[in-house]
């Protein structure tokens, strides 16, 4: 089985397509549980959202309140969705049909089966349609998070495969592990979302084999603290007659499911000078 860092960075990415089963199931694939109890969490979300627009379009009608609490009030899942059916009956819009069908997402022995009503029928619910869904994508994220917290090691496994995908230039590997809305900064200047900061590591990688004879890259984790890691990182460079090593250090910071959402470059004492050094003794020689 995947190691858990891994599964949930995969979980992310289903959530970012809105495949919500999917990445619970990725989550935990072997535990169904927790899977539920995720999905039930955002189902729950769900109702609590619409509830304010319900109670204003059906009158203060008691049906989705009673299908929030159905576990404590003692009430038949059949008599509540007949209470559902009757409002729908009575105010009769697209916005109230599409809240009840969340309404009865509440009741589903099966939470898969909620989770697909509330992403068909939230956009219809919601007073917001387009931002119904990353809405979910959202909620989810941050029950996944809460139920299985990123650790230290997590963190240390992820960014070390990060610097060996950067090492091997396998910059569709990398960017796997960057967020959408992911910032490199290097002295001064930013870049913002994956596609522009792989477009920049890889003219980086380009630029150098064209300046040098021969390079290669080697980065390790340096440190892992409370917010963030740091790479120490090695460009060993060979031209003509001469080689060099230029030192430098990236710090990361990753979010609750494992992925980078910032990067900075950190120029070490003395190493901008040495290249330049470097470069100057290589054009005499």
């Given at each position: ?12 990415r289903l959530i970012d397509q809105h495949a919500f089963h999917a990445a619970a199931l990725c989550a935990w694939p072997d535990d169904a549980a927790p ?178 004879d021969a390079i290669a890259y080697t980065s390790s984790v340096h440190a892992v603290e409370a917010d963030a890691v740091v790479l120490a990182c090695a ?29 900075e470059h950190l120029d070490l004492p003395g190493q901008r000078a040495g290249m330049r050094r470097f470069a100057a003794a290589s054009r005499r020689s």
């Amino acid at each position: 089985m995947m190691p858990a860092a891994v599964r949930m960075l995969a979980a992310a990415r289903l959530i970012d397509q809105h495949a919500f089963h999917a990445a619970a199931l990725c989550a935990w694939p072997d535990d169904a549980a927790p899977a539920a109890d995720v999905m039930r969490a955002v189902i729950r979300d769900c109702g609590e959202h619409v509830y304010p627009r319900w109670r204003e379009e059906t009158r203060e009608n008691p049906a989705l309140r009673a299908a929030l609490e159905s576990e404590t009030s003692g009430r038949g899942h059949r008599t509540i969705r007949r209470q559902l059916e009757k409002a729908v009956s009575a105010h009769s819009s697209r916005s109230v049909y599409a809240m009840a069908i969340i309404g009865m997402a509440q009741l589903e022995e099966d939470p898969a089966a909620g989770i697909s009503a509330c992403h068909d029928h939230l956009p219809q619910a919601s007073t917001r349609p387009a931002g119904a869904r990353p809405w979910i994508a959202a909620r989810m994220r941050r029950h996944l998070a809460a139920q299985r917290p990123l650790t230290d090691d997590d963190r240390y496994q992820l960014i070390a495969a990060f610097a060996a995908a950067l090492d091997a230039e396998d910059f569709e590997r990398a960017g796997i592990l960057l967020s959408g809305g992911c910032a490199h900064v290097l002295r001064g200047e930013t870049r913002h979302g994956p596609e522009a900061i792989l477009v920049f590591y890889e003219d980086k990688s380009r630029q150098a084999r064209e300046q040098f004879d021969a390079i290669a890259y080697t980065s390790s984790v340096h440190a892992v603290e409370a917010d963030a890691v740091v790479l120490a990182c090695a460009d060993h460079l060979v031209l003509g007659e001469q080689q060099h090593t230029f030192r430098s250090q990236q710090r990361l910071w990753l979010d609750d499911l494992g992925r980078i959402w910032r990067i900075e470059h950190l120029d070490l004492p003395g190493q901008r000078a040495g290249m330049r050094r470097f470069a100057a003794a290589s054009r005499r020689s």
